[in-house]
C-alpha cells in the first residue's frame, strides 16, 4: 500500500512547490499561533484550520475551481506517521500519579463511557439516516459512524484548563481523552474484521471478546516494549559512549511498537500510549540529562507539528471540490445529516457522562474526590469536539485513496467535515467563557500562600514523575490534617504498587532513584 503524498500539480514542478508550500503554510500556523498565544482559546489547531480554508480558497480561484489541495495522501498516512508520534507524547507527558490515581474513573469514561455514545450513535443513525433516503448503507457503515463520532478531541478544553487550580478536572480530561480515541480506534478496527450483514448474539459477543482482546493485547505489547527499552538503555549505558544512539534508540523503540502492534493486526494506538508510560518511568531516568532534554522536547515537537499537518489539511478538504460536486446535488440531505450527527454527538456524550459521573461518585467517600455537577458540565462539553481521528476513520471508512464516487460516501465525508469544523471552530471558541462562567479562578495568592502552595507541589513534577526526595524517602513539610489522613489511606492501590515497583521493577528497569548517574559523552574532538 502507498502510504507516500500525492501531489496535485505538474508532476515534475509539483514536488518541490507543493511541499515548500506547504511548509510554509506550517510555519504560518506556528508563528500566528504563537502571536494569538495569550487568547487561550485561540489554540493551533483554531488557527490551521483557519489557515487551511483561507488557502483552499485561493488555490480553488487560482486553478479555476479544480482543486483545493496542495497534496493529497493515503488515509493509511494518518494511522502510520501522524497519528504515533501524537499518541506516544501524551502517554510519555502524562502525569502517571494522578493518571493512576482516577484510573478507575477514566477508565469508566473513556472505555465505557465510549461504548455508550457509540451504541446510541450507531441506533440513531441507522433509524434517522433511512428517513433521508441518501443511499445504500449498510450496518457496518452504521457501526463504522458510531465509533467515528465516538472519538473526541478534548484540546481547546485542556488548553484553558488550569492543571494546578483544577488537577483532578484535567486528569479525568486528559485521561479519557486519550482512553475515548483508543477505544474508538479498537471498536473500528473490530468491526472491519466481522462479516456484520446479518448480526446474531452469537456474533455480538465475537465482536465483544475481540475487542477485549485487542485491549489486552496492545497493552501486553506496550508495555513489553516499553520495559525491553528501559532493560536495554540501562544495561549498556549508551550514554557514555553516544547520546545520539541513547536518543535515536528511545525514538525508534517507541514507533517499532507502533509498526509491531500493526503488524500483530492490534491497536496501535493503545501500544503506543503504553510504551509511552513505561518509557517515560524508567527508560528516561536512565539516560543522560542531554537525552532527557533531548527526547522530551523531540517528543513533543513531533506531536505538535503532526497536529498542526493534521488540522491545516483538514482545512484544505472541507474545500474540495470533488465532494461538493457530488453533495450539492442534494444539499438539503447534507445538511440534515450534519444536524442528525450533531445531535446525536450531543445526546451520547450526554447519556455517558452523566450518569457515568453518578457511579463514580456512588463510589468515592470523600466529598473532594467527587465530580461535582459543573465540573460534569465541563467533562460533557470538553467531548463535543471532534478532530483529527473522526476525520481519518472517515476517510478510511468512505474513502479510497481520498477520493469518492458514490453519493453516499460523500455526503458522509462532507457532513464528517461539517461536524468537525463546527464543532472545533464554535465549541472551541466557546469552551474558554463556559470555563470561567461554570469555574471561576480564585482570588490572586499572597506571597505566604505561594510558599505554601510550593511546598504541597514538591513532590509533583514535571513529565509525571514524584520527586527524587520522596523517593528515597525524604520527609518535605506537608500541612498535617486528621482529614488529609483519613482520606489519603496508606494501603491504596497506588501504594501498594509503589512497594513492588521499588522492591522488584525499579532494581531491573531502572528509573528515578534507581539508576547510577549517567554523564554526558564527552565532546567529539575537533581535527583540524
Known sequence: ??????????????????????????????????????????????????IGLCTGTLILLTTQGRSSHILLFDEQLFFIYLLPPIIFNAGFQVKKKQFFRNFMTIMLFGAVGTLISFIIISLGTAQLFKKLDIGFLDTVDYLGLGAIFSATDSVCTLQVLDQEETPLLYSLVFGEGVVNDATSIVLFNAILRFDLSHITSSSAIHLLGNFFYLFGASTALGIAVGLISAYIIKKLYFGRHSTDREVALMILMAYLSYIMAELFNLSGILTVFFCGILMSHYTWHNVSESSRVTTKHAFATMSFISEIFIFLYVGMDALDIEKWKIVSKSPGKSIGVSSILLGLVLVGRAASIFPLSFISNLTKKSQSDKIGFKQQIVIWWAGLMRGAVSMALAYNQFTRSGHTQLQENAIMITSTITVVLFSTVVFGLLTKPLISFLLPRKHTMLPSDLTNLKLLNLPLLANGQDSESDMNGDHIPRPVSLRMLLTTPSHTVHHLWRKFDDSFMRPVFGGRGFTAHVHDSPPERIIH
Open 1 to 50: 500500500m502507498n502510504f507516500g503524498l500525492r501531489m496535485v500539480s505538474e508532476p515534475d514542478q509539483a514536488p518541490i512547490h507543493s511541499i515548500t508550500l506547504f511548509v510554509a503554510l506550517l510555519c504560518a500556523c506556528i508563528l500566528i499561533g504563537h502571536l494569538l498565544e495569550k487568547h487561550r482559546w485561540i489554540n493551533e489547531s483554531i488557527t490551521a484550520l483557519a
